[in-house]
């Protein structure tokens, strides 16, 4: 639940408010995010030409309360009917009621050394999904702190490590369940003593630590180099007034990622991977 990547810097002359930008009636806008910009904390803005001319695209600011403004600093020259993908990284939202709604958003670019301003798509609901997703992660932590826990131990056959996931309260609120957790392409993390739910932080009870099991799944030299998120286990929580499971990604330290690793360099030198 740590912070987003930051923001990037908005430059000058294209950090003023929408209302200051003219329209861009050539230009269309919409707004995408794919699992690699999911691993990396940001989204695109993807720039549709529609008229009759190449235009030079030089700096972008996506307005998308309750988001920060967000900017791009790319450079592309956008040809009649061609698109181009601007990628800017992203900051938590400021959240408000039981289900945060998204504003219409809006880019502001500079276009051949003109400020426009460009209506933002959001067919795939890439804002709507953020938002809910980092509000209920928001709202968890204002209950709980989730954690993998610090020791990790070989089990005596040397294919799994014995660890935890540690549940500490750190403000009044109702129960959280661990509903569920799973583990990366490479790695997968399981329940010692499988339950539903998994385990369960009452009402007034401080903490609990979880027995887990990690193993090795996928360590050909082609997964390992191109999981970028092997060291990272989805999880996924219940909370009173929360619609659905709130899904929070834990990430391995660097301990637990060698111990991890030494997992992956015994599967291949066995011959066998599950």
Known sequence: MAALFATAAVSAGCGSTPESAEPAPHLAARVLQSRLDQSIGSIRVQITNEGAEPVHVDDLVLHAPPFPDTASEDDSVIRPERRIDFRADYREPTCSGATPTPAPATAEVVVDGRRVQVDVEDSQDV????????????????????????????????????????????????????????????????????????????????????????????????????????????????????????????????????????????????????
Not at 222 to 231: I, L, Q, S, T
Not at 240 to 263: C, F, K, M, S
Request: proline share 6%.
């Open 127 to 274: 804002l709507r999904r953020l938002l809910a997703l980092h509000c209920s992660r928001q709202r968890l932590a204002e209950v709980v702190t989730v954690s993998l826990g610090r020791s990790w131990t070989p089990e005596p056959a040397g294919d799994a490590l014995l660890g935890t996931v540690e549940l500490h309260r750190v403000g009044s609120g109702p129960a959280v369940t661990l509903e569920r957790l799973s583990g990366s392409v490479s790695y997968g993390v399981e329940p010692v003593r499988p339950a539903q739910p998994v385990a369960t932080l009452a009402a007034g009870e401080d903490t609990v630590s979880v027995p887990v099991r990690a193993r090795a799944k996928r360590c050909e030299p082609h997964a390992r180099a191109e999981d970028k998120k092997k060291y990272d286990f989805p999880m996924w929580f219940g909370l009173a007034g929360a619609q659905e499971a709130i899904n929070v990604e834990l990430h391995a330290d660097l301990g637990l990622r060698t111990a991890l690793e030494l997992l992956c360099d015994a599967l291949v030198d066995s011959g066998v991977e599950s």
